[in-house]
């Protein structure tokens, strides 16, 4: 059953904003799916549903068959997890603590083991030892990994994340994307997560959803993703730099791949077939000479 199944959702804000236009969207339990789009495409509206912060003007949001309204909001609202795009939105309390603490005392978990998801979760993020810091006097990345950090305590069945490397520094980004790609694999938590980051996409991505203005209008994986060239240009989006790359190595008849590889990992391996091919094709002049 989709853990997450969106069914002609429109949403307009009060001022008349038409945010949402007949959203047809699933989300399979255990898949990993980026949503990208341009500044303004919807993506943070889109979240907002998913867990009842907003209500559709039209259509149906399911959360596992269970309409998102008022009376499954406790229900929902603790298996859809959710990171926002600015942490300042999300943390309100005293100290580091306490914020991560909330949910689960909400939830009555006990005080023997609210203290150690509170210590797993911050140290899942790098953060031990700042148990007793409050939230706002930290630096915008700090705050990214608190935010991160109390949604993760309560072991949602999905993490919704809205630009999750956004105020990361680099090293942040990388420990990220392995820290959610080991969720995703060990504890089956689905992610969801909009990003202006196209680099980190075929690295935390098996599908990718484009948004324009208010619609959804690709879906697909990542590799059909940016395969779609009229797709990524009408929708500000650029490749990753490294099958930029890669292209420009195509076009010059330096590398031949029938696929464009779209992480290290993969371009590492079509460097190798291409040398160890034009290796072979040397050896065998020789023996021809
Ligand atoms: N509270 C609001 N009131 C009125 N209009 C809003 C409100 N919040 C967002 N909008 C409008 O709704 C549309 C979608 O905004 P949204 O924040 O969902 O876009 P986004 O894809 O998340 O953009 P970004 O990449 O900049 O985060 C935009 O036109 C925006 O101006
Ligand atoms: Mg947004």
Redesign the pocket.
Known sequence: MELLKLTDVSYS???G????KNINLSVLPGERVA?L????????????LFNGLLQPSAGEVLFKGLPVVKENYKTIRRSVGMVF?DPDDQLFSATVHQEISYGLLNLGVPKNSLEEQVSWALDVVGLTGYTHKSPSRLSGGEKKRVALATVLAMQPEVLVL??PTAALDPRGVAQLVDLLNQINQTLHITLVF?S?DVDVVPLLADRVVV?N??EIVFSGTTAEAFDAKEIIRHNKLRLPRIAHLAELLQREDVLACDVLPLTIGQAKAAIKTEVQNARLEGKQNVLAK
């Open positions: 804000y009060y001022d904003t038409q945010a949402l949503i789009g341009a500044n303004g495409a919807g993506k943070s509206t889109l979240f907002q795009q809205d630009e909009a202006h948004m203005q208010g």
